[in-house]
């Protein structure tokens, strides 16, 4: 088994990649609601269907970038340092409100993302060209019927990622370039709160593929049946 050292700065327990292996991968299906559905509409299904499958990734992100960079910035070679650096300000609080530097601009489609085997992989590669030296934000939110504490992301990515819930970061890998693959890392004791919850992913890429994964899970590794919201740039006073 693969061991990484991954850096937490919120004093969460993070454990090793490559922990879980749970199969097969697929896709969130999109429009399930609207901004304008009733949480208490959202139902989880029960017990027994909360298994975790290749339908829990999330897949329904708004993208900006790419923010390119030179081969020998951060130091050349694995330029690990790009994964602090802060392409756009207050990067925890990305919402699909803030106007990027031209022509880096936001991006809203979920079919984009499908990649040709169906796992649940965010393809950047597909969406930036191929772009090699280069970072993206991606943001989501996900609607949970009630607060779930001690919930669990789970994230794989090629090459470098953070990851920000309700503007508190709650992981970071910069070790080494990888290969992204599903739950290569597990990220614990995560509070979500009842309604939207806003994730901020930056992801990294040095060379070659360029991609990321994330799920969530309760503190048993069961689903957390999560909505998303339809991946459209926030409205004034939205979070
Ligand atoms: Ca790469």
Known sequence: MMTCRLITRAGRVLLA???????GCGLLTSGEITPTTAISDLEFPPADTQELTDQHFVMNWLLLGPFTFGPEDFGGAQQQAAADKEFMPDEACLNGTQTPPAPIAWAESQQIFTSPNGDGRVVLDKVYRNTDHAAVYAVAWVNCPHEIADAKLLVGSDDYLTVWVN???VFSYNVRRRVGAPDQ??????TLKKGYNRIVVKCVDVIRGWNFYLRLTDKDFKAIPVKPRPAAPCQSGES
Not at 185 to 190: M, S
């Open 167 to 169: 503007g508190e970061m």
């Open 185 to 190: 890392d597990l990220i614990e004791r995560i």
């Open 17 to 23: 990649a490559g922990l879980l292996a749970m199969g």
